[in-house]
């Protein structure tokens, strides 16, 4: 039996902490997942505008074998220096990868474009990324907010509110599995026809609002997903997925490369020119965790698609306009219309 773990984040799967932080006032926020120790990590990049640093280390021919965080942020290229403050903070509490006399924090970081969301992005030379990466490093908790919170803050999805969400699945057997994402993706995450969310199937407890089963037949046209022309690179889903067991990388990276297909899931059309999608897998190696055999390999993928898939859906449900007039709604607001 697979079921939601007690708080239905990331934060489910033993040794995970996640912060956020965010500036209400330029529209933008950062996200750090945090492993209480370093873990094996690898990601999968399918988008084609993709934005990330130290991404080429995690390949399994690379010699760094764990990292210490991981960071999703705003702020397309700028947004990059929240990696620097994550590392920076790390590094004054000692953590890190020991070379010599040094101490260097490993930080993947990726980026997802909200420049064009009304935000006040006039900060001059210096940039807010490093301070929100320091910040969401501080904030690193259990428990932590989705919706309009740290990467998600300002995002978009399609042409509704994007955001922050996360999910989680617990077997029988001690697999323990999560899912963070920030939705921002030229696609839609909904159907054409009515506000049914692409992943309705997947729900559990009520994650994005009781979802209901469409009552029309979906129309497949790839140009309805857009609400007009996208920009280039004005897009981006990032995920991460978590999991107890010990994974080498190459394995990690196969579990990444399989949760790819949760964006597919609940995203249409996803992976285009204009998005720069791309899943992080993180194994902590938690005691009582399933020996990572071909079979559990396979379970581990599949269970870590659709908590990718739930986590878009959900990020979306609890994402809320910026209000005072601004143009793209929420997907509350979408269905409240819809039901009137």
């Known amino acids: 039996m697979i079921r939601p773990g007690p708080r239905n984040l990331i934060t489910d799967v033993d040794g995970i902490l996640v912060g956020n932080a965010a500036d209400s006032d330029i529209r933008t926020g950062t996200t750090v997942v945090l492993p209480a120790r370093p873990a094996v990590a690898a990601v999968d990049i399918r988008g084609g505008a993709p934005g990330t640093s130290d991404t080429a280390l995690l390949d399994p021919a690379n010699m760094v074998q764990e990292v210490h965080a991981i960071v999703l942020s705003g702020g397309s290229a700028f947004g990059l220096a929240a990696a620097s403050g994550v590392a920076a903070w790390l590094r004054g509490q000692g953590r890190g990868l020991s070379v010599g006399e040094a101490c260097v924090p490993i930080v993947p970081a990726a980026i997802l474009f909200d420049l064009a969301n009304g935000g006040d ?32 803050f300002g995002a978009i ?26 939705a921002n993706p030229a696609g839609s995450p909904i159907m054409p026809a009515e506000p049914v ?10 994650e994005f609002g009781h979802a209901a089963p469409p009552r029309t037949g979906a129309d497949l046209e790839p140009a309805l997903f857009f609400s007009g022309k996208p920009s280039p690179l004005a897009n981006t889903t990032l995920a991460v997925v978590a999991t107890n067991c010990r994974l080498g990388k190459a394995q990690a990276h196969r579990v990444a490369i399989m949760a790819q297909d949760g964006i597919a899931r609940a995203i249409r059309p996803a992976h285009t020119p204009y998005d720069g999608d791309l899943v992080f897998c993180l194994a902590t190696d938690a005691p009582g965790a399933p020996p990572p055999d071909d079979l559990v390999l396979a379970r581990l993928g599949a269970i870590a698609a659709d908590c990718v898939a739930r986590a878009i859906a959900r990020g979306v449900y ?19 219309a819809a039901v009137t």
């Open 121 to 152: 992005k006039d900060w001059g030379e210096a940039s807010p990324y490093g301070a929100l990466g320091r910040a969401a490093g501080l904030a690193a908790a259990p428990d932590f907010a989705l919706g309009n919170a740290g990467a998600g």
């Open 157 to 182: 999805a399609g042409h509704l509110k994007g955001g922050l969400g996360s999910a989680s699945a617990i077997t029988d057997d001690g697999l323990q599995v999560g899912a963070l994402v920030a």
């Open 197 to 206: 969310f692409w992943a309705w199937a997947l729900e559990q407890a009520g």
């Open 318 to 336: 609890e994402a809320r306009s910026f209000g005072d007039g601004d143009a793209i709604p929420d997907y509350r607001g979408l269905r409240s």
